[in-house]
T-cell receptor, first 119, second 107 residues
Framework: QVQLVQSGAEVKKPGASVKVSCKTS????????IHWVRQAPGQSLEWMGW????????KSSEKFQGRVTFTGDTSANTAYMELRSLRPEDTAVYYC????WGGGALDFWGQGTMVTVYS | DIQMTQSPSTLSASVGDRVTITCRAS??????LAWYQQKPGNAPNLLIY???SLERGVPSRFSGSGSGTEFSLTISGLQPDDFATYYC?????????FGQGTKVDIK
């Protein structure tokens, strides 16, 4: 069973940065792409981008380019999403999810990390 | 970006009903379409991928169909555990995009 365990809730001021972690197994980290999806309160889901833990390749949505960075630590089997220059509208639950290169879609999801931005 | 439009936004139904949710893409996405179920306070859960393939462990009362721009999710025999919000998602072209969601509630 694939498990993705995310870091805890964060409260940030506008202009600050937040870094959310997503810990998984070595097999998952190197065999799946780790995607990041966010959900503002009462809203639908919004795709942010992904990272390939095996080789470090990543891609982000143009909406977030310049503000978001995806990184991975192979020694800890952990993926990270850092979002900078936070605004109140970045308040959302941030999810990591695993996408199998061999088929499927976003097969497995982390429990979510609530990020609140307010002054 | 590809726009994904679901209908209806809300659906009221009873246990045992057959319900269908539709999803329309603003351009062809072949069969790169997934369906997720989400309950309040929980992460989404994959039900269907590649438009019609049932994810392992998902009950067979869930089925998906369609290709190109028109897709549907059908629940044959609604169960109490199925009252939730459902999202479609295209993963053909970046950025991947989701529909606005369909809430299935109790009539």
């Amino acid at each position: 069973q694939v498990q993705l365990v995310q870091s805890g809730a964060e409260v940030k001021k506008p202009g600050a940065s937040v870094k959310v972690s997503c810990k998984t197994s070595r097999y998952t980290f190197t065999s799946y792409a780790i995607h990041w999806v966010r959900q503002a309160p009462g809203q639908s889901l919004e795709w942010m981008g992904w990272i390939n833990g095996g080789n470090g390749n990543s891609k982000s949505s143009e909406k977030f380019q310049g503000r978001v960075t995806f990184t991975g630590d192979t020694s800890a089997n952990t993926a990270y999403m850092e979002l900078r220059s936070l605004r109140p509208e970045d308040t959302a639950v941030y999810y990591c999810a695993a996408y199998s290169w061999g088929g499927g879609a976003l097969d497995f999801w982390g429990q979510g990390t609530m990020v609140t931005v307010y002054s | 970006d590809i726009q994904m439009t679901q209908s209806p936004s809300t659906l009221s139904a009873s246990v045992g009903d057959r319900v269908t949710i539709t999803c329309r893409a603003s351009q062809s996405i072949s069969n790169w379409l997934a369906w997720y179920q989400q309950k309040p306070g929980n992460a989404p859960n994959l039900l269907i991928y590649q438009a019609s393939s049932l994810e392992r462990g998902v009950p067979s009362r869930f089925s998906g169909s369609g290709s190109g721009t028109e897709f549907s999710l059908t629940i044959s025999g609604l169960q109490p555990d199925d009252f939730a919000t459902y999202y479609c998602q295209q993963y053909d072209i970046y950025p991947w995009t989701f529909g606005q969601g369909t809430k299935v509630d109790i009539k």
